[in-house]
């Protein structure tokens, strides 16, 4: 009979401690899949934070490019609103000295118009009184003389438009030569900053990248080590009560 007893305790025990492994299991792998939670939640933090200060960094850049182009442009437009102003004073003096000059031309012109016609119907009456055929040798006469004025004024505006192409010209080609020296020194700067700027980005990325790694290491230790330090107290407290278990 206390065989029999003994081996129905030593069943109930065996049912009861396989129930608390049971218990035990469900509790660890539920603390496990909690820390696994808090890691990677503390994880995406370092993480998103890393992206954030990438943003912002951006952000930061872009708003002082902004501030910069915004200062350029109203120093131009303030060197633009005083030119204008410039321009149209001088273009208003100009306009007056111009409607000055025309007028006095325009009167200059009025009176040799009117002595001309004024001679020319004198002269036509004369020669109504004169020999026809003198009359016309007359007239051949001046209509040659006007010719040869004419074809000498025709090659003085020739060669004046001949030098003043050449010189023109000249101009010209000392300029594009000028801006064909600049665009080259140009694509040369845009060439070697371009270079600088992707060493300057590699460099940068490089420096957070192992900033970052680091830092990774650096906070997955405080974890590890604020984990052990809260297990300690709760292992000392078990050791107690583990003794006091084993002294019965």
Do not use: W
Not at 162 to 177: P, Q, S, T, V
Not at 210 to 225: A, P, V
């Amino acid at each position: 009979q206390h065989y029999f007893i003994q081996s129905i305790l030593s069943l109930a025990n065996l049912v009861n401690m396989e129930a608390l492994k049971a218990e035990h299991e469900k509790l660890r792998l539920e603390k496990r899949a909690i820390d696994r939670v808090t890691e990677d939640t503390r994880t995406k933090e370092i993480e998103d934070k890393r992206k954030n200060a990438d943003e912002i960094e951006a952000l930061e850049k872009a708003i002082e490019d902004r501030k910069e182009l915004v200062a350029s442009l109203n120093e131009k437009n303030k060197v633009l609103q005083s030119s204008v102003s410039i321009i149209v004073k001088d273009t208003e003096a100009k306009k007056a000295a111009q409607e000055v000059e025309y007028d006095e031309k325009r009167r200059a012109k009025q009176k040799f118009q009117f002595l001309e016609s004024k001679l020319c119907t004198k002269k036509v009456n004369i020669e109504k009184k004169c020999d026809q055929i003198e009359v016309m040798n007359l007239q051949i006469k001046e209509l040659a003389e006007q010719v040869e004025a004419c074809k000498t004024e025709r090659e003085e505006v020739k060669r004046h438009y001949d030098d003043e192409m050449n010189r023109e010209g000249n101009i010209i080609a000392k300029l594009k030569f000028q801006l064909q020296t600049l665009d080259k020194k140009v694509a040369d700067r845009q060439a070697e900053h371009e270079k600088i700027t992707a060493k300057y980005n590699e460099v940068k990325q490089k420096g957070k990248d192992d900033l970052y790694n680091k830092d990774l290491l650096i906070q997955r230790l405080d974890f590890d080590t604020t984990r052990v330090e809260k297990s300690i107290p709760r292992i000392e407290a078990d050791l107690v009560l583990l003794e006091k278990m084993a002294t019965k």
